[in-house]
């Protein structure tokens, strides 16, 4: 083997060292070079790599987060809409009680809102809690849709049946014709005229000041609007299904046969005409052809049937 001299000399020294180096090495140097540059440079690769890497992985894991909110906020929705369903629901039960007509079936309610789940669907809910929770919420959204559809005809019904009830409700009277002092009730009493005792009185005086503005109780035609000997100023109205109010000793009526009046429209004023002793409001409510009390169709206070 072939040996190469070599001197070693000591930075501010006389002193020197001579070694007898394999002239292999120094052959082999290049190659160490090459080896330490191609190193030196898959290091880099390595960490340029691994630094794109943990980006991505950032990235994706803030994706993740952000998507794991949005689907927290959706839930929140989808959980809301079941409550606010189960409450509506639960409003349409018992305004089917209120009027007296059948519940609602809850099976019946719930029929067609399932369904079957895809071979591909069941394997990414499988390998995937992200798809699980979104395929669930899709089959819940789904569920509450189809819950709504299966009783959008209900509710269409009911609101339709309510109309009805509603605009009935309008001919029905309600409200006290004027406002005073209630001077006479339903009943025999002794007429304040003729002094006749257990004269049957077939409706209610409400006394006030002359002028006070009397009101139509409900909706209806006016059938008469005339003198009278008896009740002065005299006004009957036709509510319908049998349902008639009648108003006397008005000053002036403001109103003429066959005329439709709304509730609370102003017919005439309090006065004293006919048999009477004071400004007052005679009035009656007839039901079938009999007269009955006035007090059972007025609600206290601004209460009306609507």
Known sequence: MNFA??????????????????SLVFRGLP????LLVVGFLLFLAQFAATTVYHGLLNHVLEDRAELDRDL???QGTVDYLNRTSADFLGDEQRLH??????LPDEEERSLG???????????LMETSPVFEKMANLRDEANRLQGKLDNNSGAFYNLTDFIKQK???WRFVPSISPTQGRYASSFGPRIHPVTGEVGKMHYGVDIANDRWTPIYASADGVVDVAQMSSTFGNFV??????????????MQISLVNPGQFVRRYQIIGYMGNTGRSVGPHLHYEVWVNNNPVNPLAYMLPGDYAVD
């Open 31 to 34: 190659f160490l070079k090459f």
């Open 166 to 168: 509603q605009s009935a």
């Open 72 to 74: 927290s906020q959706i």
């Open 236 to 249: 009957t109205i036709n509510h319908g299904n049998g349902i008639v109010t009648r108003y006397g000793h």
């Open 97 to 102: 009680s209120k009027y007296g007509l059948p």
């Open 5 to 22: 001299k070599t001197t070693i000399h000591f930075q501010n020294s006389s002193r020197s060292v001579t070694l007898h180096v394999p």
């Open 113 to 123: 809102t399932g369904g079957s789940v895809e071979p591909k669907s069941k394997l």
